[in-house]
């Protein structure tokens, strides 16, 4: 997955995971981390949403790591992870998973706690 700006954290045991850091740990910072399986198309969507949505929504005021579960599939026992990609919003509290390739800004907007569910119960 080609992800251009993007620093590799270093890694004890491997390089699979990234980093994109914008925090300025002012006000609320977000914590993220998103689960993909290699290069697929829904796994390069779902990163491409992702950025787009936190640089529209929350401003220099996240961290995102993807993990890569074809390099590391321990990792998936952490989160708890079933479905691929998902997005895990770790902090601020409480935990948030969201899964799919991110493309309803809508969803990911009320997934991360940033807009509220204006749908009532039909």
């Known amino acids: ?3 251009t700006g993007v620093n590799t954290k270093p890694a004890e045991s491997t390089t699979s995971r990234k980093s994109l850091s914008r925090t300025r740990r002012t006000k609320k910072s977000y914590e993220l981390r998103l689960y993909v399986a290699g290069q697929t198309p829904k796994s390069i969507a779902a990163f491409a949403n992702l950025k787009k949505i936190c640089e529209e929504h929350l401003a220099g005021q996240y961290d995102i790591e993807v993990i890569d579960l074809l390099k590391e599939p321990q990792l998936a026992s952490s989160d708890q992870i079933l479905a691929i990609p998902t997005l895990v919003r770790r902090l601020p509290s409480p ?3 969201i899964i799919g390739d ?7 907007l009320v997934g991360l706690n940033l807009r509220e569910n204006n749908k009532r119960g039909a």
């Open 1 to 3: 997955m080609k992800k």
């Open 102 to 108: 991110l493309s309803d800004t809508e969803r990911v």
């Open 95 to 97: 935990i948030r998973k």
